[in-house]
């Protein structure tokens, strides 16, 4: 018999639209709530079936990735062997590209697409609850890059409310200073125990945009609910600051702000032509960042 061919799936770009720290619980981790849309910039991951587990890492970022035993597609595939007795594994393969401690998720996407193999390759469901708890035990964001959809996140990640987002043009940029999670967590520095957002914000936080709702629908809501991260991240790297700043001196651009815990920024335009413009001009006046212009969705 011939072997399988190589199952290949992406890993998404994960953008926070919002992100709100509800406050730190008792035993240390933080609850969210976070909008979250996908980009059309996405590693590449394959999986040639058979044999023992291994990770080998190509494209213009992966001396970024650091250890292969640390990685995250390695970590949830060990999980998902241990969850699942005689889980079928084999090599994988990751063409990196997206920015690594970024705040767009590139591990957890890459972990997430890992899972999405396997499965298919084990003719496991995505909803079968040993996936879903690997997800979430291989990192937060795991669970939402799983299902790679826009959402609305809640809990430390575990809690998704697919959302009905518009395709929003966008331009995307890093400059290249890796932001590690939990210093940012640390520089907001709630304790145990600790809320940041009182039940008054909760009753008076707004409702988003139904199904056929308009992208100036959407940055109208959006403009309401930040990213309480941003703050603490910009004390850390002040840099985000230059690339907000290029973000919203940019032609026609609707908002812009950090994802995640930085240090990408993202900006919404009315139309592709201005996001195309506006990604030029910022890879002409600053040629050491990482741009991308596209749609988030």
Excluded at 87 to 110: E, H, N, T
Excluded at 111 to 134: C, G
Aim: proline share 6%; with cysteine; charged share 20%.
């Amino acid at each position: 018999m011939s072997p399988m061919p190589a199952l290949i799936e992406e890993g998404r770009a994960k953008v926070n639209l919002s992100l709100r720290v509800v406050g730190r619980r008792a035993d240390g981790y933080h609850d969210l709530e976070s909008v979250v849309a996908f980009a059309d910039c996405a590693d590449r991951l394959s999986l040639e079936p058979g044999g023992e587990l291994k990770l080998t890492t190509t494209g213009p970022l992966a001396a970024a990735c650091g250890e292969t035993s640390d990685n995250l597609v390695v970590k949830a595939a060990r999980l998902l062997a241990e969850a699942v007795p005689g889980l079928k594994l084999g090599a994988f393969a990751l063409d990196k590209v997206l920015p690594v401690a970024a705040g767009i998720g590139g591990g957890s996407a890459d972990a997430a697409a890992a899972l999405r193999l396997l499965a298919r390759l084990n003719d496991l469901s995505l909803d079968d609850p040993r996936v879903q708890k690997v997800a979430l035990a291989t990192g937060a964001d795991v669970p939402v890059c799983l299902v790679s959809r826009a959402c609305d996140m809640t809990g430390v990640g575990e809690q998704l409310l697919p959302l009905a987002l518009p395709s929003m043009a966008c331009v995307m940029v890093n400059p290249r200073v890796p932001v590690a999670t939990k210093d940012v967590f640390q520089a907001l520095g709630l304790r145990n125990g600790e809320l940041l957002v009182g039940v008054t914000d909760v009753i008076r936080a707004p409702a988003w945009p139904e199904e056929g709702g308009s992208i100036a629908d959407w940055v109208a809501v959006l403009e309401r609910v930040p990213n309480d991260l941003e703050a603490p991240a910009l004390r850390i790297q002040p840099v985000i600051g230059e690339v907000l700043e290029a973000l919203r001196d940019s032609a026609g651009v609707k908002l812009a702000r950090m994802s995640g815990s930085g240090a990408t920024c993202f900006a919404i335009y009315g139309g592709a032509n201005e996001a195309h413009a506006a990604a030029e001009r910022i890879r002409r006046d600053h040629p050491g960042w990482w741009v991308h212009a596209g749609t988030l969705s």
